[in-house]
């Protein structure tokens, strides 16, 4: 089966099993990565429809499904990501004598992956970025780029790589227009125009937001509207420095998880950076997260990989004494127990599982606000 149709089969049981709203939204990528205006056409018209009539729920279920049986008949050519889009090498770059040094740091990006940069403020997350997206100079190292664009010179390298800084500027006019203009200065046709920013209108929830104006928009959708004429320009590698900070919970999941299935594209994938505070969400989609301290990285996958053969690592946010967790513990291979003003972070050794901890838990009922299994996340950086 190739990775169109197992998209498309994953499509199909979204709306079978009534997840409209995620499925919609993956059948929306698989009508991208088709690049055919028709498709483009038949979700517009679905997705004007479905926002005219909210509570028919079957009926779109059906229409989506015709839509995606026209999706399945066209053939999509894989892209190889096999090669890095990005190898940076021993990269540094510093402030100035005694100021902030970043680096040395060594990094492949690949399309089609999410890399998630945490740290706590001021350790070089924006620093890394900027650099990367050639936005910043470098003192040492060297920066390779393999892109399929050609440039001739550092400003056309930098229309492929796209840098979205934590505040963005103003714009006039609407939203609609805005995005018209992208393409326009692209030399994009009219009718073209049209049907691809508002493909990209509806893939990115603006539909009843597309006649409003800057001040019209919450940050929320101020970040989306970015997102949608970033990605109006078919950038290779993608940069974006906190593009959660403005959003609620809900909408950071959501948007976390379309970046990851665009950046997935079967045919146009992009490499994806984000910075960010949202240590979980971010790691729950990215391929790889990389957590600077002081400036220089620590890839989860070596340091936690290899802690998390000898300790099973647990956080717990309860109200009870110290002496009290460590009764519950006792018999269940507790190591360590420290207390960082907040919640607990206890190690115990590895043949400990996370099912016995919550078992003993219940079991003395103690009253937990929140407890996770951090061994494999970057939370225990933040935490220690
Ligand atoms: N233009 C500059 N000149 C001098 N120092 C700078 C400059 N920009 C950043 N710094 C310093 O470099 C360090 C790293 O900053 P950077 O913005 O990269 O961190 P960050 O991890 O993105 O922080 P935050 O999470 O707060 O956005 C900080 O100590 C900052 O004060």
Known sequence: MTKAQIRINEVITFLKNKDIFLGY????????????LDIYEDVIALTDWKEK?????????????????????????EYNTETPAVIGTELTKSYGYNRFT???????????EVYGLVGENGNGKTTLLRVLAKELKFNDGSLLFNLDSKHHDDYDLRSNLVYIPQRTQKWYGSLKDNL?????????????????????????????????????????????????????RQPEILFLDEPLAN?????????????KSICNSINNPIALILSSQQLYE??????????LKD??????TEVIEEDSKNHLIVEIDCQCERDTLKQVFTNLGLEKLIFNGGIYVAYFSIETSFSSILEALGKHKIEVTYTRNITKSTRRFFVS
Request: glycine residues 4%; charged residues 30%; aromatic residues 8%.
């Open 247 to 259: 959003l609620d919970v809900l909408a950071q999941q959501v948007i976390l998880e379309d970046l």
């Open 25 to 36: 939204r993956k059948l929306m990528d698989c009508a991208i990565d088709t690049q055919d």
């Open 102 to 112: 970043l680096g040395p740091i060594s990094i492949k990006i690949h399309k089609g």
């Open 180 to 232: 018209k203009f992208v393409l326009s200065s692209y030399g994009v046709p009219p009718k073209e125009n049209e049907t691809r920013v508002l493909m990209m209108i509806a893939r990115f929830g603006l539909w009843n937001y597309k006649h409003l104006k800057w001040n019209e928009l919450s940050s929320g959708y101020k970040m989306r509207f970015e997102l949608a004429r970033t990605l109006l």
């Open 53 to 77: 009539n909210p509570l028919k729920e079957e009926l779109l279920i059906k229409k989506s499904l015709e839509v995606l049986n026209k999706i399945s008949k066209i053939s999509i050519t």
């Open 282 to 291: 971010v790691e729950k989609i990215s391929d790889k997260v990389i957590y």
């Open 295 to 300: 400036g220089k990285y620590k890839e989860n």
